[in-house]
């Protein structure tokens, strides 16, 4: 691995102060209120069936390639030029930010940004697609839950507190080599399931130390590729 710090001095070292520290925080608020509403509204709304299951079940098994997907082509997005401007956006910036600064908890959560991107598309899918206001319901609890799982295991890595589980292990070792040893593999975060389907989970010693994990290659005072 590279020789980047490997925590920031002043981040938690227990799950304690993990947690309060978490929550401070505006993405982890923002997920927790409206998860609150969302799962409010789908006790409220009742009719409960196998189908919440079945739905429940399908989320959990896309969610790993869905983490892998949004990695890849949405967090590590290259500036592009078209017609002599430079395409960019906000999100895969702020995600450049934190590959450059990676034990920074101030900056490793999702921008709210994100979520005016993220969110009208779920709710329409949700209830556009889904047969009953329940089951769109069920969808966006599930989803919300997630990425605010998400959240929770991507800032628990960064800080000093040590692996006691086995989950936390693997989730550790995966993105501390995405992060120190190759921004090309272990881009899984909470769930690793899609790097082990989508070969990007090769053993660290089969992979040369690359010297772009903290620029990933771009220079953003230029606007353009590094080396």
Request: with cysteine; net charge positive; glycine share 6%.
């Amino acid at each position: 691995m590279n020789d980047a710090p490997m925590f920031a001095p002043d981040s938690p070292t227990t799950l304690a102060e993990a947690t309060r520290c978490f929550f401070r925080h505006p993405s982890p608020r923002f997920l927790a209120v409206t998860l609150g509403v969302a799962l409010t509204a789908r006790l409220l709304s009742g009719g409960w069936s196998i189908w919440d299951g079945a739905v429940v079940a399908a989320i959990v098994a896309f969610w790993p390639i869905q983490e892998w997907l949004i990695h890849v082509f949405l967090l590590h997005f290259e500036p592009k030029v078209v017609l002599g401007r430079t395409l960019d956006f906000e999100v895969p910036r702020s995600h450049r930010i934190h590959h450059r600064d990676p034990w920074n908890i101030e900056i490793l959560f999702i921008p709210l940004q994100g979520y005016l991107i993220g969110l009208p598309p779920l709710l329409l899918l949700a209830f556009g697609l889904m047969p009953t206001v329940e089951l769109a319901w069920t969808v966006v609890v599930v989803f919300l839950a997630l990425t605010l799982r998400y959240e929770w295991w991507h800032f628990l890595v960064h800080t000093r507190v040590r692996p006691r589980s086995a989950q936390h292990r693997r989730l550790w070792r995966n993105h501390r080599l995405h992060h120190c040893k190759s921004e090309r593999y272990w881009y899984g975060v909470s769930m690793l399931m899609g790097d082990r389907l989508l070969g990007t989970s090769p053993s660290p010693a089969d992979v040369e130390t690359s010297p772009t994990c903290r620029t990933l290659g771009i220079d953003d005072t230029l606007g353009d590729r590094a080396g």
